[in-house]
C-alpha cells in the first residue's frame, strides 16, 4: 500500500520518495513494523488469552516435567500471522502474485490451525482436528498451490525442471509429476515444523533462521543481474517474496521474545502449520526446491525420528529413541530445555549456512 501510494503517486511531488522503489527499504519497513507490532501488543494478547482460558493442553504421552507448562496460554501464532499480514499490506506491492498466493496461504493454514487449536482447548486434549481431516485440508491448498505453479510456473522455461544446488546449470525434469513433487513439499514443511513445536523457542528461532535464508535466495532470484552472475534461477517478481520473509522475522523475532524459555505463550497449531506450510511454498516460488532440505534440516531430522521411531516400533518391537521427536530424547537424557533449543538454533544456523553456499558453488 505504502509503494503505491508513496512511489507511483506522491513522488511526483516529493522526489525523496523514490526510495520506496527499493526492496531493502521496503522490506526493513516490513521487519520494523511487525517486531514492533508484536513487541507491543504481545503482552495485551498474553493476558487476553489467559482471560478466555486459551489454555494449552500437555500431551500425556510426553515428557512429565512438560506438566509445569500447563497454564501457559496458547494460539500465539495469531500474533505472528497478523502482524505479518499488517506488515505485508502495508510494505508489499499488494498486487504481486507471489504475494497474493502468500497471504491466501497465510490465512487457509491460520484458520486450519484456528481449529485445531480451538478444539483442543474446547475437549481439553491434545487432539484437535482428525489427523484425517487436517490431512485433506492441508491437502486442498497443496493441491491448489501446486496446480497452479504448474500451470503459472515462477520462470516458463523451467516450469516443471527443479534446480540440483551445487552443481552449474544441472536440472531434472519432472513434468506432470512436479505437481505430485510440490505437493509434498508443502505437506511435508508444514507437518515437520509443526513437530517441531514442542520446546520453549525452538520452532520459531530455527523457522527464523529457515525464513532468513530463502529471504536471500528470493531477493537475489529476483534481481535479474544476480540471478544471472550466480548461475541460479531468475523468478520476475520474487523480490517481492524477501519482503513478506522480513514481515515474519520481525513478528517470529517479537513472538520469540515472549516465547523464550520458560515460554509466556505457545504458538499452537496456527503458528507452526502457517510457518511450516509457507516456508515450503517460498521454496517453490523461488525454485529452491531441493535446498529446502538443507533450509529446513533440523525440521526434516524431528519429522524423520517421529517416522524411524514408529517403524521400529511396529516392526522390530523397540523404540530407537528414548521418545520421538528428536528433541524429546534429549530431554529425557536430562539436557535442559534451553540447552537444547540453542543447540538446535545453532545446528539449524549451519544447515543454513551450507545452502547459501550454493549460491557460489557450483
Avoid at 503517486?9 to 527499493?22: D, G, T, V
Avoid at 522475522?249 to 513472538?255: K, M, R, T, V
Wanted: net charge positive.
Amino acid at each position: 500500500m505504502l509503494y503505491y501510494l508513496f512511489y507511483e503517486y506522491l513522488r511526483k511531488f516529493f522526489s525523496f520518495l523514490n526510495i520506496f522503489q527499493y526492496i531493502t527499504v521496503r522490506a526493513s519497513g516490513a521487519f520494523i513494523t511487525s517486531l514492533l507490532l508484536s513487541l507491543l501488543f504481545g503482552s495485551y494478547v498474553i493476558k487476553l488469552l489467559k482471560s478466555k482460558k486459551v489454555i494449552q493442553v500437555i500431551r500425556e504421552d510426553g515428557p512429565k516435567h512438560h506438566i509445569s507448562k500447563s497454564g501457559t496460554p496458547t494460539m500465539g501464532g495469531m500474533l505472528i500471522i497478523c502482524n505479518t499480514i499488517i506488515s505485508v499490506l502495508l510494505w508489499t506491492k499488494v498486487l504481486n502474485r507471489f504475494i497474493l498466493v502468500l497471504l491466501f496461504s497465510t490465512i487457509y493454514l491460520g484458520v486450519l490451525g484456528f481449529f485445531d487449536d480451538y478444539l483442543k482447548i474446547c475437549k481439553k486434549s491434545s487432539r484437535g482436528v482428525p489427523i484425517g481431516s487436517k490431512f485433506i485440508f492441508q491437502m486442498i491448498l497443496a493441491v491448489i498451490v501446486s496446480s497452479y505453479f504448474y500451470f503459472f510456473p515462477p520462470n516458463a522455461k523451467f516450469s516443471t525442471h527443479i534446480m540440483i544446488p551445487y552443481l552449474k546449470e544441472t536440472f531434472v525434469q519432472l513434468g506432470w509429476l512436479y505437481i505430485f513433487f510440490s505437493y509434498l513439499i508443502v505437506i511435508g514443511s508444514a507437518n515437520a515444523v509443526n513437530i517441531t513445536d514442542g520446546l520453549d523457542g525452538l520452532a520459531i528461532g530455527v523457522s527464523i533462521v529457515s525464513y532468513a535464508t530463502y529471504g536471500i535466495f528470493a531477493y537475489v532470484g529476483g534481481n535479474v543481474k544476480f540471478a544471472e552472475y550466480l548461475k541460479i534461477v531468475y523468478v520476475p517478481g520474487a523480490g517481492e517474496i524477501s519482503v513478506f520473509i522480513a514481515a515474519v522475522i520481525g513478528a517470529g523475532l517479537g513472538f520469540l521474545w515472549y516465547n523464550s524459555y520458560p515460554a509466556a505463550i505457545f504458538m499452537g497449531d496456527i503458528g507452526s502449520l502457517f510457518l511450516g506450510g509457507v516456508l515450503g511454498i517460498v521454496a517453490l516460488m523461488i525454485k529452491q526446491e531441493i535446498l529446502l532440505f538443507l533450509v529446513g534440516g533440523v525440521f526434516i531430522i524431528e519429522i524423520l525420528t517421529v517416522v524411524l521411531q514408529v517403524y521400529f516400533f511396529r516392526k522390530k518391537g523397540y523404540r530407537l529413541f528414548k521418545m520421538a521427536p528428536l528433541h524429546h530424547h534429549f530431554e529425557l537424557q536430562n539436557i535442559p530445555e534451553p540447552k537444547i533449543t540453542v543447540r538446535f538454533w545453532i545446528v539449524s544456523i549451519i544447515f543454513c549456512l551450507i545452502a547459501l553456499g550454493a549460491l557460489k558453488i557450483r
